[in-house]
């Protein structure tokens, strides 16, 4: 059964700075791909970014530039690296895995469907 567990949300300012993480049991990154979602109250869940078993990632178009998925393999962490926050990153981030049989094409890895467990959550705030 895997287990996944956020942690870094907080609150911050804009332009600031926030590392989250997600760390667990269950999974590890040969056969599970990772990935990043966030829901704003009020409003649907939406993918962050993701990153495949062999290492590829894929970001909405709004944190590009900003955001950085990353595993720590040795670790089984995964981060989710953001800077250059703004009001409309606010939200409930979750992270999320799904088993690898393949690596999927890019715009597959910011689809729930591909993804099979997920955590509870961690909250961001960035005010202006």
């Known amino acids: 059964q895997v287990q996944l567990v956020e942690s870094g949300g907080g609150s911050v300012q804009t332009g600031g700075s926030l590392r989250l993480s997600c760390a667990g049991s269950?999974?590890?990154?040969?056969?599970?791909?990772m990935g990043w979602f966030r829901q704003a109250p009020g409003k649907e869940r939406e993918a962050v970014a993701g990153?495949?078993?062999?290492?590829?990632?894929s970001y909405t178009d709004s944190v590009k530039g900003r955001f950085t998925i990353y595993q720590d393999n040795a670790e089984n962490i995964l981060y989710l690296e953001m800077h250059s926050l703004k009001p409309d990153d606010t939200g409930l981030y979750f992270c999320?895995?799904?088993?690898?049989?393949?690596?999927?094409?890019?715009?597959?890895?910011?689809?729930?469907?591909?993804?099979?467990?997920w955590g509870q959550g961690t909250q961001v705030t960035v005010s202006s």
């Open positions: 999320a895995a799904g088993p690898a049989p393949a690596v999927p094409p890019q715009w597959l890895l910011l689809s729930e469907a591909l993804y099979s467990y």
């Open positions: 269950g999974w590890n990154y040969k056969s599970y791909h």
């Open positions: 990153i495949a078993s062999d290492g590829t990632t």
